[in-house]
């Protein structure tokens, strides 16, 4: 009877940890809700150095693209898989000669635009 009793004590144990987990899970689900639909690229036709994004971002000073260089200055193209426009700004926290990308779209060559090497900052998100 006593051993009766001890398992179906760790089985209890077991499913009060499972229904623990359970929302922890649900929280990282949330936590990583926004995806990175928007990506910068240092060089245009899409090459060397990359950004992803999936949120504002104030300032580029304090980034570096996928490959080490800094990121501020030198943005060439980009594609946008996001629902929504997304504005790049010569300068940061929003300011100065604006561009946007229309919601899935992308651009190869931000010089045509005249806005090649000036992303300083990006929001939209
Ligand atoms: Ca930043
Ligand atoms: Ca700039
Ligand atoms: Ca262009």
Not at 92 to 112: C, I, T, V
Request: proline share 1%.
């Amino acid at each position: 009877m006593r051993k009766i009793a001890l398992s179906v004590g760790l089985a209890a144990v077991a499913t009060a940890g499972l229904i623990a987990a359970s929302p922890a899970a649900t929280a990282a689900e949330a936590g990583t809700q926004a995806t990175a639909c928007f990506t910068l690229w240092q060089t245009a036709g899409y090459n060397d150095g990359s950004r992803s994004f999936s949120g504002n971002d104030n300032d580029f000073g304090n980034n570096n693209w996928s490959n080490g260089k800094k990121s501020n200055d030198d943005a060439n193209s980009g594609k946008n898989a996001c629902s929504h426009r997304v504005y790049l700004y010569a300068n940061s926290n929003y300011g100065g000669q604006s561009y946007y990308l229309q919601a899935n779209s992308s651009d190869s060559d931000f010089g045509n635009n005249s806005f090649s090497n000036k992303a300083s900052s990006l929001n939209g998100f």
